[in-house]
């Protein structure tokens, strides 16, 4: 239950890290961004597997780059879920979504890496 929780808690760091470092991506407190962590959870774990899927004949051409927009679509997918909720996070635009899909990705990496060397199982 405690890793839980501390993977919660490093996306929402990551977020608000990632809404620092890229422009067009909005985060309007920690609270929020505890919230919109849980709605990007919901997207990659209900519908990213499906949109990767669908897409998987243009993956397997572009030799996986295009997984790239496909994080895209699901980081712009949950902007507009969390907008639909009154979330404070907001995505404006394709190429923050898919910088900012990069940029989450590595920040979530490198802090999740420095939380799990600390920890002893």
Do not use: C, K, Q, Y
């Not at 849980?38 to 780059?65: C, D, E, K, M, Y």
């Not at 899909?101 to 890496?113: E, H, K, N």
């Amino acid at each position: 239950m405690l890793n839980f929780f501390l993977t919660w808690i490093v996306a929402a760091v990551s977020l608000v890290i990632t809404a620092n470092i890229v422009p067009d991506i909005a985060v309007t407190s920690f609270p929020a961004a505890m919230l919109a962590a849980v709605v990007i959870g919901f997207v990659n774990a209900v519908v990213r597997p499906i949109i990767t899927l669908l897409t998987l004949p243009l993956s397997i051409l572009t030799l996986g780059l295009f997984l790239f927009v496909v994080n895209a679509i699901s980081l712009s997918l949950a902007s507009w879920l969390a907008g639909a909720f009154n979330i404070g996070f907001a995505v404006n635009g394709f190429w923050p979504a898919l910088f900012g899909s990069i940029v989450l990705s590595f920040v979530s990496g490198l802090i999740g890496r420095f939380v799990n060397a600390g920890s002893v199982e």
